[in-house]
């Protein structure tokens, strides 16, 4: 056993980078999950995440979107956030990352922040099912609307890997979360520990189906500022799941 806490220097945003880097020449997409949590395991305050957030979550969050070729966020997220566009440019590019929404049945309101304050065009991943009227909206709102034949973890990151979006950020929800979980398509989880006690109904950070398997995860990094914690979590290479 180790103590974490030192008084190293601070780190400047470029030395913050290189630890959140991707890995280099991806060929298929890496999911890096992104998240906020209280202390006792909350994972939002009156149903928003935003109650848990401090100047160094932040500054980590804005890092991991400017790191990503793309924010893959459920629709409940959407809705419950407000989500608006990303509004830095990618490392590297001149543009935001897009924000791509999957939604089954594609009820987001053309009108919400999501479509009106953005800098590039949302990605609505949904499903045949989805009501025509509802599809048209939002692709008349400046969206582009993708229909596929499912929105299993498997589908939806081929169709991210066809447009060339590998580094893959996803902000949740607790439903999107335990589905790429599920599917062990999870890389990395970026978790930030806020120092607060929450208690009440709260969920937790991943909910849904049960995966076949339990996958470890090796601990990557460890931050610390005022009382929050930063940790990064990567998968283990060629590890034998746990039965």
């Keep these: 056993m180790h103590a974490l806490l030192s008084a190293d220097h601070a780190l400047d945003d470029e030395q913050l980078a290189v630890r959140y880097a991707y890995p280099e020449n991806l060929g298929a997409p890496f999911v890096r999950v992104g998240l906020v949590a209280s202390a006792d395991g909350a994972v939002s305050v009156e149903g928003r995440s935003e109650g848990l957030g401090s100047p160094a979550d932040r500054r980590v969050f804005l890092l991991l979107r400017r790191l990503a070729d793309v924010i ?143 996958r470890r995860m090796e601990l990557a990094d460890v931050l610390h500022e005022n009382d929050t914690l930063l940790l990064r979590y990567r998968r283990i290479r060629g590890d034998t799941p746990i039965e």
Excluded: K, M, W
């Design 72 to 214: 893959l966020v459920g629709a409940g997220s959407v809705r419950a956030e407000d989500y608006r566009g990303a509004r830095r440019p990618t490392l590297g590019r001149d543009t935001p990352p897009p924000i791509a929404v999957v939604t089954g049945s594609a009820q987001l309101d053309p009108a919400g922040r999501l479509f009106t304050d953005t800098r590039v065009p949302p990605i609505i991943l949904t499903l045949p099912e989805a009501p025509p009227e509802r599809r048209e909206r939002l692709a008349a709102a400046g969206a582009d609307v993708v229909v596929l034949e499912r929105l299993t973890p498997d589908v939806v990151l081929a169709e991210l890997a066809r447009r060339g979006l590998h580094r893959v950020l996803c902000e949740g929800g607790p439903n999107l979360f335990g589905r790429l979980v599920a599917a062990d398509a999870v890389d990395e989880l970026c978790l930030s520990v806020a120092p607060l006690l929450v208690g009440g109904p709260a969920g937790r950070i991943a909910s849904g189906p049960a995966g076949e398997h339990l």
